[in-house]
């Protein structure tokens, strides 16, 4: 008798550790910020913090500086398997809908990364950007967005009128489009091209990254004028799941992941805003001029991008549908352009 509830327990013992096994998981991401960045650090501890929540059921292995595919390409490999999720962002994937810029940079739109988070969670963002994904074979999990970009210029950008004829390295896209119809002149050119351009005079400045990042570009080596805080660009990026690889999960997993991604968005906006701050009175100091636009210039410029936006509402429905969202949520808020 002794011995049949032995092997009884032995056997729901096994049944029992065979289940926990079978929870366990790997998941396979790529961003395309490297370890040393401040934002790859924040990767790491965002991966620290899942695992050990939880127990180590849940692996991740990250690939960093988009090592196995194109940053560009990351989506794709996600879908197709080649990887698990995407930690790069939507703003990537216009390609394949004009939709994916109004979650990925919705230029002329919040003013704090905490206004654009609210839209995401408070605002019905999330489900009205889970359509998109959803549709496109992904699972959006969150956003970590490290707040407003600035403008570097080796003269002065103190409201719309300095704008006329300023040429300036631009990301492709609607950017252009609002900065044109300003009186601007983008150009188009990569990020390692900036340096050399702005030294030679090729521009006269650029939209490179958010203050902080740009001090650590060596802009102000060259430039002595910035925007700051900056108006223009926000850009969100994003944990993007394969959508069969997101619902294999357990409810439970899934809550842990989610967890450890709304801390990585706040610690990422809590701890640019310092570094931003820091570097701003640091350059200052140092003589460079920055520009803090009026709210009516920002209104200015948040007109002009509005009558952009309305050019890339008309692409798609799913553009159109977002586009709606942020137009009655900015309403709210008190920011929509009249």
Not at 165 to 193: C, H, N, Q, Y
Not at 207 to 234: C, E, Q, R, W
Not at 235 to 259: F, M, Y
Request: net charge negative; aromatic share 10%; glycine share 10%.
């Amino acid at each position: 008798m002794k011995i049949s509830k032995l092997l009884a327990s032995a056997a729901l013992t096994a049944i029992a550790a065979t289940a926990a096994s079978a929870q366990d998981v790997t998941l396979r991401i790529q961003t395309h910020y490297a370890t040393e960045h401040p934002s790859g650090k924040l990767a790491a501890q965002f991966i620290d913090d899942v695992q050990t929540m939880s127990g180590g059921e849940i692996s991740i292995e990250m690939f960093y500086s988009s090592s196995v595919v194109a940053t560009t390409e990351t989506w794709d490999a996600a879908v197709n398997g080649i990887l698990d999720c995407d930690m790069t962002g939507g703003a990537y994937q216009t390609g394949k809908n004009p939709a994916f810029q109004f979650v990925g940079d919705i230029m002329g739109g919040y003013d704090t990364p905490w206004q654009q988070i609210s839209w995401l969670y408070y605002g019905g963002g999330y489900d009205a950007a889970q359509e998109l994904y959803n549709a496109n074979g992904m699972q959006l999990i969150g956003w970590w967005l490290y707040g407003q970009e600035s403008l570097s210029s080796s003269k002065p950008i103190a409201g719309p009128e300095d704008l006329k004829g300023w040429k300036f390295r631009s990301p492709p896209g609607l950017e252009t489009e609002i900065f044109t119809e300003m009186g601007a002149s983008p150009i188009v050119m990569d990020f390692t091209e900036i340096f050399t351009a702005l030294e030679t005079g090729i521009i006269d400045g650029a939209d490179a990254s958010g203050i902080y990042n740009n001090v650590g570009l060596g802009l102000y080596d060259i430039v002595k004028h910035a925007t700051y805080p900056g108006f223009h660009s926000m850009p969100s990026d994003h944990l993007a799941c394969n959508k069969d690889v997101w619902d294999g999960l357990s409810e439970q997993h899934r809550r842990i992941i989610d967890t450890a991604m709304q801390k990585l968005t706040l610690h990422t906006a809590l701890s640019n805003e310092k570094k931003n701050a820091e570097a701003a009175a640091e350059l200052a100091a140092n003589g460079v001029t920055l520009h803090d636009w009026s709210a009516e210039d920002r209104a200015d410029f948040r007109k002009a991008a509005q009558t952009a936006w309305d050019g890339w509402a008309a692409k798609t429905p799913e553009a159109a549908a977002l586009v709606a969202s942020h137009r009655e949520y900015l309403g709210s808020l008190g920011l929509i352009a009249e």
